[in-house]
């Protein structure tokens, strides 16, 4: 996409045209004394221009040579101040005059160039060339223009042949490692940009271009150290500012990769790539605002930047504001009707809002453009799972496969279809296909074990019955189940933190969860928001006491929670956590929350939407140097048929959402399918999963850790 790595070609045409001027004056005493002559031939292009004029005024008392040489001039000083039309029209007067001048054809060619009219630069270039053979100049300027007519070959062996006639120009070595970087082949650029380095140790352009190839092949941190002596030869140069904030993003270094893209806007306040670059950094830091600010100003400075329409959408779905985001993408299709990304991006929204079929329909368009578009084969594979529409989400699920056969989410949600067909042999098979590619995944060997205990019963009830039976997809018990059964919940929503800022989404999402478990027939549902420590200890207290005679215990916690040293703690609003020492006094362990639903005698669940970006940790001291906070929360594994689910797996941070949106995505999901009839408590998690893997662009997975009872469990039957 756009705003992407910069390549800067090492000449400036009209400085090198201007030397030729400074030529023509250099040749030209007999015109000492004459006024007109005197202005024709200097560097400020309004007196060339007003001189010239005045020469070429005298008509034929002036030499045809001397005319030639006047058109010329003026044609410079047009070309000087970006007139290529009128410097063409008087290179047009000077050639008709003297045929034999290279150098008309040259400059001629030069502004040819700068008006994108390639084939008529490549014939001046060649005429120059033809009177000039052993100049390297024409077919440095002709290799230029071959690479900006994408025929990179050529060009190349234009660059060849510069450099055969001039061996130590550092310049041409660039140029044709420009050439070689289009082509892909970062190997041969970065020998080119090393050889112009050797010739050059201060050649600031090969640094820069060496980084962007550098970056090309994923070497981040040679490129970084690349951007870091192009900045030292040149220190106010905002592109190098940008390449490294560029590449400090793609490693994840999101606050380093704003510091210089600041610096960049800084020095190039109307560059709208170093806004939309900075927006990005910003969404991968979840600051949707200042991302969507960013963004703003990027397309205020380009109203036709398509990809900042594609990437602004993107935001706004994260948001919830689905219908800004839909008329962001229906931008992006008008600027670039032919990008497969702005249709599945739109398809992502409408699947987001659950209009599947108009997802499907952009799906469509998306791989009907990009036919290994494995993403959208995917995205398309859950819509048709979600209208039911198996044999389609299979067919999609497998072709993602066929593109990417290393990829474990795709054989994970074709395991889930296959479930839900009831056709478990080959739910298993792709089960152990995600084991064997992620062998520490938990959540496909539960699913596994639930596939197999599923497919064992049904073989059992076929030998009873004496017969066959259909498949049961959704393995529904009697609603006396949960009329019999004591379920109660404890639903805390912490947002308005005191040492940091304002979470948008807990309190809508806990009182949503609660809604829907009220709804599910829990006859004790406990709603609290913004508690402290004290009362969040209380409060876990109270609910153990009465989890000791309840068959179902859940806890939903949403807020901020914290890593350390392996250790997982949820965050209450009064906490400071000014060292990490803190933790204990002042937040709960994760520990203690499990031991609150330890008691119940079926399902025992603690689901944490506290996996978000933690503004603690960024000035939290740590008081041992062995100490280290990670991103997310960590991998537990709990006992006793004890179930905890994580909005995001181990180490990942979740997405809020913001002011506008009514939900968190993990939120979202969790309570379109808690009031699903017909779901059994495992299938329930793989469905979130998928929905928050589709919603988020697979930037967020929810992830179950723990294990369930062999009986099957249903939030809501039939």
Known sequence: MAGGIRLKLPRSALVAAFAVLACVAGNAPAWSADRAWDDCVKRDPDLSIAGCSKVLARGASETTKNRAIAYYNRGLAYHHKGDNDRAIADYDQSIKLNPDDGDTYYNRGIAYDDKRAYDQALADFDEFIRLKPDDADGHYKRGHVYREKGDYDTAIASYDKAIALNPKDPDSYIARGNAYDDKGDYDRAIADYDKAIEIDPKEQLGYYNRGAAYVHKGDYDRAIADYDEAILLKPDDADSYYGRGRTYRKKGNYDQAIVDLNKDIELSPNDPDAYYQRGVAYDDKNDYDRALADYDKAIA????????????????????????????????????????????????????????????????????????????????????????????????????????????????????????????????????????????????????????????????????????????????????????????????????????????????????????????????????????????????????????????????????????????????????????????????????????????????????????????????????????????????????????????????????GGEETANSPFAAALIKHLTTPGLEVGRLFRLVRDDVLAATERKQEPFVYGSLPGEELFFRPN
């Open 301 to 656: 400075l380009k109203p036709d930047y398509a990809d900042v329409y594609y990437y602004r959408g993107l935001v706004y779905r994260e948001k919830g504001e689905y219908d800004r985001s839909i008329a962001d993408y229906d931008k992006e299709i008008e600027l670039k009707p032919s990008d497969p990304d702005a249709y599945y991006g739109r398809g992502n929204t409408y699947g987001a809002k659950g209009e599947y079929d108009l997802a499907i329909v952009d799906y469509d368009k998306a791989v009907a453009l990009k036919p290994d578009y494995t993403n959208a084969y995917f995205n398309r594979g859950h819509a048709y799972r979600e209208k039911h529409e198996y044999d389609q989400a299979l067919a999609d699920y497998g072709k993602a496969i066929e593109l990417n056969p290393k990829d474990p989410d795709s054989f994970y949600a074709r395991a889930n279809v296959y479930a839900d067909k009831g056709d478990y042999d080959h739910a298993i098979a792709d089960y152990d296909a995600v084991i064997a590619l992620k062998p520490d995944d938990t959540q496909a060997k539960a699913d596994r074990a639930q596939a197999v205990a599923a497919r064992d019963a049904a073989q059992s009830k076929v030998a009873t019955s004496g017969g066959s039976t259909a498949p049961d997809v959704d393995h529904a018990p009697p609603p006396s189940q949960v009329i019999a059964e004591t379920r109660i919940a404890l639903v805390v929503g912490n947002a308005n933190y005191a040492a940091v800022g304002k979470l948008p989404n807990p309190p809508r999402d806990a009182a949503s969860i609660a809604e829907a478990l009220r709804t599910d027939g829990f006859s004790d549902v406990k709603l609290l928001t913004d508690l402290s420590r004290a009362d969040l200890v209380k409060a876990l207290d109270e609910f153990q006491d009465r989890a000791a005679t309840a068959d179902w215990a859940v806890v939903y916690f949403a807020g901020h929670g914290m890593e350390l040293n392996g250790m997982n703690y949820l965050i209450p609003v009064d906490a400071h956590l000014k060292a990490d020492r803190d933790l204990q006094d002042e937040a709960v362990s994760l520990d203690r929350v499990v031991s609150s639903v330890a008691d119940a005698r079926k399902l025992r669940l603690v689901i944490l939407d506290a996996c978000r970006n933690n503004p603690f940790a960024q000035s939290m001291r740590l008081t041992t140097a062995t100490r280290a906070i990670h991103r997310g929360l960590a991998r537990i594994e709990p006992s006793g048929g004890t179930l905890i689910a994580y909005a995001a797996k181990d180490g990942e941070e979740a997405i809020d």
